[in-house]
Nanobody
Framework: QVVPVESGGGLVQPGGSLTLSCVLSGSSLDIYDVDWYRQAPGKPRDLVAS???????DYADFARSRFRIFRDDAKNTAYLQMNNLKPEDTAVYYC?????????????WGQGTQVTVSS
């Protein structure tokens, strides 16, 4: 069973930093593209950043200047480094791994990790 497991969330003051990790069990991460999403209470789940299996990255506008997505396939882990955090970054952050194989979607969500930005 392929399961992404997030960690690294917590409570941080405005202006602080956190790095989230997503460890993939049950498969090799290097065959997947990885997205980080976030969902605040009462709001839809939003895409934060993506990294393809060859390393190409993309970011939501709100994340482009403050967040960095990267991966270490040798550790089967993807990361989201978040700097200069703001209260509006408070959300549950989810890791999503995906690929197309023989025309079929192979997609898996993690359980999420809570990030709270507050003084």
């Amino acid at each position: 069973q392929v399961v992404p497991v997030e960690s690294g969330g917590g409570l941080v003051q405005p202006g602080g930093s956190l790095t989230l990790s997503c460890v993939l069990s049950g498969s090799s991460l290097d065959i997947y593209d990885v997205d980080w999403y976030r969902q605040a209470p009462g709001k839809p789940r939003d895409l934060v950043a993506s990294i393809m299996n060859r390393g190409t990255t993309d970011y939501a506008d709100f994340a482009r200047s403050r967040f960095r997505i990267f991966r270490d396939d040798a550790k089967n882990t993807a990361y989201l480094q978040m700097n200069n955090l703001k209260p509006e970054d408070t959300a549950v952050y989810y890791c999503f791994v995906r690929r197309l194989t023989q025309g079929l979607r192979d997609e898996h969500w993690g359980q999420g990790t809570q990030v709270t930005v507050s003084s």
